[in-house]
């Protein structure tokens, strides 16, 4: 079975022309996901819609043509993933700072001309017709430093500023059914621990594309289930010191974006369709998220134990996450669902789920 609406675009830079070095699990970051999604055991997406770009082939140039050619192919079908694994740079500071990825030939006496800056890489994923867009970004690496291979830079320049910022993401994230998966905070850094072949993020995101993420009744791994399964596998493994981000400015669905072990069906479709529709009604009743009217609150939640970021369907799929992992508050499904009947007594898809 393939994911034949599945585009994806890696890049992963370890070994740069003129810049500090990474690890090594940076590239094995890039080439993993590459194989990973397209293994028919996995994700299914098929060979020739991957574009790997890794180390000299990840020039500034190739990217943006194979960004250019995600534009003209990707249709309204589509999911397309694009994913980076490398050197982020912070250029300028206060109000006006932006951010971008670094390819294999930046300069650092031109940071700014020869890197991808935020602002052209939102146009370029703006350019992509395809309704479902995933940028991930693994960019702020603790096992390396962004500076001259000599050790220090031209003009007296002791290198890049390291990392990607919130913001940054942010506005990467404009636009509907864009979302923005970020291995890090950005006062954090993208941890690679001795001996292991992956960094920590990247660790954690293959795991739950290869199944341990939790898959839809339809065989399918949605956008939420996979942030979710990384963000705490993550937090699981370097408790404390790393964070993942997840930006959406504007998510209509949680939509699918790969297959699951090669698109088996759950056993337990009843059970998982009616969390589905718990998570499609929620937010069209209570738009703003679990605060919304107090919604949580007056079913028995604890507000402190939220974690409101996103929008508010991005909040209502964590907060019913937490739920179904025991937690939350003396909150539980049924109690979430009479609370809004409560407000919505004549809603008939809400009262079907009693």
């Known amino acids: 079975m393939k994911f034949d609406q599945g585009r994806a675009l890696i890049i992963g830079v ?6 500090g070095g990474l690890p090594a699990a940076v590239l094995n970051d890039a080439l993993d996901t590459a ?3 397209k293994s028919s055991a996995y994700c299914g997406y098929p060979e020739a819609n991957v574009t790997v770009l890794t180390d000299d082939a990840s020039t500034l140039e190739n990217i943006r043509k194979a960004l250019a050619d ?6 309204a079908d589509d999911t397309v993933a694009i994913f980076f694994s490398g050197h982020g740079a912070r250029i300028g500071s206060g109000a006006e700072a932006t951010s971008a990825l670094v390819p294999y030939d930046c300069k650092l006496t031109d940071v700014a001309g020869t890197s991808l800056g935020e602002a052209e890489l939102s146009a370029a994923i703006a350019a992509i017709k395809a309704p479902r867009v995933i940028l991930v970004v693994d960019a ?3 096992a390396g430093t962004a500076t001259l291979k000599s050790g220090l830079g031209e003009d007296g320049e002791d290198g890049i500023d390291e990392g990607f910022d919130e913001k940054s993401l942010q506005q990467l994230a404009r636009g509907t059914g864009r979302v923005v998966l970020a291995s890090s905070r950005a006062t ?5 621990l001795r001996r292991e072949r992956n960094s920590v993020f990247t660790t954690a995101m293959l795991s739950g594309l290869k199944g341990a993420a939790t898959a839809a009744s339809d065989g399918t791994i949605r956008v939420f289930d996979l942030f979710n399964h990384v963000s705490e596998t993550v937090r699981q493994s370097v408790p404390g010191r790393q964070h993942p981000v997840f930006k959406a400015s504007d998510l209509e669905e949680n939509f699918p974006v790969a297959l ?4 088996t069906k759950s056993i337990s479709p009843g059970v998982n369709q009616r969390h589905r529709d718990l998570e499609q009604i929620m937010p069209d009743l209570f738009p703003l998220g679990p605060t919304d009217q107090d919604i949580w609150l007056r079913a028995g939640g604890d507000v402190s134990r939220l974690r409101l970021s996103g929008n508010g369907r991005a909040q209502w799929f964590a907060a019913l996450r937490l739920i179904s992992l025991g937690g939350g508050g003396s909150i539980s499904r049924e109690s979430l669902i009479d609370a809004a009947l409560d407000e919505f007594p004549a809603h008939r898809e809400l009262k079907a789920l009693r």
């Open 14 to 19: 370890a070994n740069y022309e003129a810049v």
């Open 35 to 37: 194989e990973t999604l």
């Open 70 to 75: 995600l534009a003209a192919t990707a249709t």
């Open 140 to 142: 702020c690496h603790a």
């Open 188 to 192: 954090e850094t993208s941890l690679v």
């Open 260 to 263: 699951a072990l090669g698109g």
